[in-house]
């Protein structure tokens, strides 16, 4: 029946693609359950938000500016701001370094001063939005003629 058909589209685990392929890393893949977020009135999920963003980055954004900007996968601000099951041995620790002792690893290899913009998608209340960190390397406000 037309139902059951859609229950087992629904929950398709079948790889449908994996993006950039192999072997490069950080790969994305997705299945035809993936695919359902995309219809009318659904929610999108982390796995095609991460692929969209990942294909601008690498395919649309002209090679100066994708060396020059750094792209944090969907889970990276829940590890940032999401306590974990450590917190107890962490209590004397700063919000602030609680929060870079969570993500330490995430850009470990990759110098993010260096950056002109950081990308970090966020989810909070079911709503997709992007934080744009833009020159992280600035100390103080630069302010043009005429501001």
Not at 23 to 44: G, H, M, N, R, V
Not at 53 to 76: A, C, D, G, Q, W
Not at 134 to 146: D, K, M, N, R
Request: proline share 6%; aromatic share 12%; hydrophobic share 35%.
């Amino acid at each position: 029946d037309s139902h059951h058909d859609m229950d087992v589209i629904e929950h398709d685990t079948r790889t449908l693609l994996v993006y950039p392929s192999p072997p490069a890393q950080a790969s994305i893949t997705l299945t035809y359950a993936d695919l359902e977020c995309l219809k009318p009135e659904e929610f999108l999920n982390d796995s095609i938000l991460d692929f969209y963003l990942k294909y601008i980055h690498n395919e649309l954004m002209p090679v100066e500016m994708r060396n020059k900007t750094h792209l944090f996968n969907s889970f990276f601000y829940k590890a940032l701001t999401q306590p974990t099951k450590k917190e107890a041995n962490r209590q004397k620790l700063s919000l602030s370094q609680r929060m870079h002792s969570q993500v330490k690893n995430w850009s470990k290899s990759i110098d993010l001063f260096s950056k002109d913009f950081i990308i970090v998608p966020i989810n909070e209340h079911q709503h997709w939005y992007l934080a744009i960190i833009c020159y992280p390397w600035l100390e103080s406000p630069v302010y043009t003629e005429g501001e």
